[in-house]
């Protein structure tokens, strides 16, 4: 219950209790002098001493039952009305903190507000989130369609007299009495279109966040200055929980926002590695076709001779050859340009590994780099998303073909330590090596040391390795080359859970749990 309404009770009630004590102890004298008058000389009764006595005596025994009397005659006629509803409210108001999301909340403050006191319109207006203006979120007594209609400027005359006025509830007939003619007019505009015979501003912190409006279906007298203090309580509370609904909107907008960006950055360092591959596939590709069309162009010269018979089974055998090889050029290609939010399955990591050198074969032959890889022994199957380790392989791979350039090895192997259960992983390479001091930065998301790179290959493959509990570090030396291990326990490997749609970064988290502190 509000503190205002408290305080006013609280005096009323012992203002009527001094008056009853008063009228009892009065009334017990008169009477009680009448009766002793015949026992008692006349000077003894008129003594005040003995006047006061009395009265004190009646007041101390009447007084638990009067103030009885004055609290059920509170409780079950003179506030009982107001006093539920305000109570209502703030049990509302402290329900209200343990809601962070906008649309439940100003529901759930329209509605209730509208059928505690019995109104005839309630709106809840804010900032819009893509306009420059403020709109009904939610209300109580109005169409769907009209709520969509109304929109309020922020140079509006309501809003500015709430910004001037502060936390005071604005009553419609009251303010347009304190302007002009022509302001008035625009004021009342603003009271129109919100159905508005009273604003409560909405203020956490000194921070204007929104208005409640609403209306009744019988006079502005039903309310008094009581109930408008009460109102601006309510509204302190409130203030608090729309903002913090507000932060949770605005983060979660935010974190999508991220998100979009994540997708966005893991998608280009696909398109930057099918550009670094694009040289040499056009290569392979253009060879077959080109056979393709020789032996096209040979069997039609010799379609008049006697021998062409004998020759078309051979060219055509040719042709489909050829037309598988550049067939399975594209199809490799494609594999590795899927979507990597398909489920895990048990995977042949040496089969994999073979798929990823054959799609860079093209490239690595035309930069003179010869690619070689070994398996220690038998592999145990291992459970996991192709896409996501063909990424991992052609990230390590890329990155040595990157750091030799031309003329070199690159060597990759996959072994099984039994002891451990730990499948490893290991590329090296005889490129430049990697200075000291950018050994601890190869991980880090957008660090590069080559133009026209992005530095997200290694940060991927990292994330990747990490969501299967595994680790990844490098050996390095300047002018000797560079070896990156991967190490996957074999143990996650039997947990067959759902891949999930996109890589999460580790810099782009959720953050709604922050919003509500």
Not at 25 to 51: D, Q
Not at 393 to 408: D, E, H, R, Y
Request: aromatic content about 10%; some cysteine.
């Amino acid at each position: 219950m509000s503190l205002y309404v408290k305080k006013r009770k609280r005096v009323l009630k012992k203002v009527l209790i001094g008056f009853s004590l008063f009228f009892v102890g009065s009334t017990a004298y008169v009477l009680f002098s009448s009766l002793t008058s015949r026992f008692f000389p006349y000077p003894f009764m008129g003594n005040p001493v003995f006047a006061v006595l009395i009265t004190t005596l009646a007041a101390l025994l009447t007084y638990k039952p009067l103030d009885y009397l004055m609290t059920q005659l509170f409780k079950n006629y003179l506030f009982r009305k107001k006093s539920y509803s305000h109570m209502a409210l703030m049990d509302l108001a402290e329900e209200l903190a343990t809601i962070l999301d906008l649309t439940e909340l100003a529901n759930l403050v329209v509605n209730t507000f509208g059928e505690t006191l019995h109104l005839k319109t309630v709106a809840l207006v804010i900032p819009s989130r893509i306009r420059d203006d403020y709109e009904i979120i939610s209300a109580y007594g109005w169409n769907v369609s009209d709520c969509k209609r109304v929109r309020l400027p922020k140079d509006s005359p309501l809003l500015r007299m709430i910004q001037d006025g502060g936390p005071h509830v604005l009553v419609r007939d009251r303010a347009l009495r304190t302007l002009d003619w022509q302001e008035a007019n625009r004021l009342a505009h603003d009271f129109d279109s919100l159905r508005a015979s009273w604003v409560i501003p909405f203020f956490a912190r000194e921070e204007f966040v929104g208005v409640l409006t609403f209306s009744s279906y019988i006079p502005e007298s039903i309310f008094d200055e009581g109930d408008f203090h009460f109102f601006r309580e309510f509204a302190q509370e409130v203030a608090k929980c729309v903002r913090n609904a507000l932060s949770v909107q605005e983060l979660k907008l935010a974190n999508q926002e991220l998100q979009d960006v994540q997708s966005q950055l893991l998608q280009s360092i696909k398109i930057q590695a099918i550009e670094q591959l694009a040289t040499g596939i056009a290569h392979e590709i253009h060879n077959p076709l080109t056979i393709i069309s020789g032996k096209a162009q040979v069997l039609l010269l010799q379609k008049d001779r006697a021998s062409y018979d004998e020759r078309v089974e051979e060219v055509l055998k040719t042709i489909v050859k050829q037309t598988k090889r550049a067939a399975d050029i594209t199809k490799k290609l494609l594999m590795f340009s899927q979507s990597s939010g398909s489920p895990k399955e048990m995977l042949d990591l040496s089969q994999v590994l073979e798929d990823t050198i054959a799609l860079v074969s093209y490239q690595t032959s035309l930069e003179g780099i010869e690619v070689t890889r070994s398996v220690a022994g038998a592999l145990p199957p291992y459970y996991a998303n192709v896409h996501e380790f063909r990424e991992v392989f052609l990230n390590l791979i890329l990155n040595a073909v990157q750091s030799i350039g031309s003329k070199g090895k690159i060597h990759c192997e996959i072994r099984y330590r039994c002891q451990d259960e730990i499948l490893e992983i290991s590329v090296s390479d005889t490129g430049k090596g990697i200075d000291p001091q950018n050994r601890d930065k190869v991980f880090n998301p957008f660090f590069t040391t080559r133009t026209n790179a992005v530095g997200l290959g290694l940060f991927v493959t990292k994330q990747i390795v990490h969501r299967y509990a595994g680790s990844i570090r490098v050996e390095s030396r300047v002018g000797e080359g560079s070896l990156f291990i991967v190490q996957l326990p074999l143990m996650e490997s039997s947990k067959r859970v759902p891949a999930e749609k996109s890589l999460p970064l580790p810099f782009l988290k959720q953050v709604e749990s922050e919003a509500s502190s």
